[in-house]
């Protein structure tokens, strides 16, 4: 028998989600729920894989004869958890309502369409939760509801704003502010232009002056050697 602390741990699906009582030849003796991924080990006792990988971390015995149990020699018994996946099951949802059954092998895609399914509003900051068929009367009154505009202006609306939008004069504000910031942008290009264009003609200015000087210092240049040259001849005819 399986201990007790093993056995809370269940691995298996619990036996009250089904329609009609589990053969006993379905339960797993570890957790005592309907097997999951059902494994045969050597001995040829089988159990929920999960269970099995559970209780050989504490002791390498079969659960129901002792004998030593080898983890190489575990294998999944694919035909009866092709079984197991036919047989009905009630939605987990019954308390809430659902009335509807269905094999266990679609109990995920049950899940994803049952109008009792608890489902969180998705509107960011809603913290509701209700029923999946209560979702879209709820999402139409949720305070924190925010969508874009139908029109396709892109501005966000809230139930209190809907109303009151007009997209002609929202797209009109939108305009004449992008125009004013063009305004401006232009008005700073152009002051940037007249800094750069008076930095220009200043430094135009500069290199005008320092070719003047550098004429001049030239001129001084040839004068002296001019003046050199000829009293050096005055002195040899003498």
């Given at each position: ?35 999951r991924?059902?494994?045969r ?41 092709k ?85 002609y ?17 232009a ?28 004429d ?23």
């Amino acid at each position: 028998m399986a201990s007790p602390e093993l056995a809370t741990q269940s691995g298996g699906y619990d036996v009250e989600l089904f329609v009609d009582p589990p053969d006993y030849e379905l339960i797993c003796s570890i957790c005592q729920g309907v097997l999951r991924c059902p494994v045969r080990t050597a001995c040829h006792h089988i159990f929920c894989k999960k269970c099995i990988l559970q209780w050989l971390k504490r002791q390498e015995t079969c659960p129901c004869c002792r004998k030593p149990v080898n983890h190489n020699l575990i294998f999944i018994i694919f035909k009866l958890k092709k079984s197991i996946g036919r047989l009905k099951i009630k939605c987990k949802n019954e308390i809430c309502g659902c009335t509807d059954t269905f094999p266990l092998s679609e109990q995920f895609s049950h899940s994803l369409c049952c109008q009792f399914e608890l489902i969180q509003c998705p509107n960011q900051g809603c913290r509701a939760q209700l029923l999946r068929r209560d979702l879209d009367t709820h999402t139409r009154l949720c305070e924190h509801w925010r969508q874009p505009c139908r029109m396709g202006c892109g501005t966000i609306l809230s139930h209190s704003t809907e109303a009151q939008h007009n997209c002609y004069q929202q797209l009109k504000q939108e305009y004449e502010a992008r125009q004013r910031n063009h305004r401006a942008i232009a008005t700073a290009l152009q002051r940037k232009m007249k800094r750069m264009q008076s930095t220009m003609a200043h430094v135009k200015r500069q290199i005008g002056l320092i070719c003047e000087s550098l004429d001049v210092i030239d001129g001084l240049q040839e004068a002296e050697e001019s003046s050199g040259c000829s009293s050096g001849s005055s002195s040899v005819v003498l």
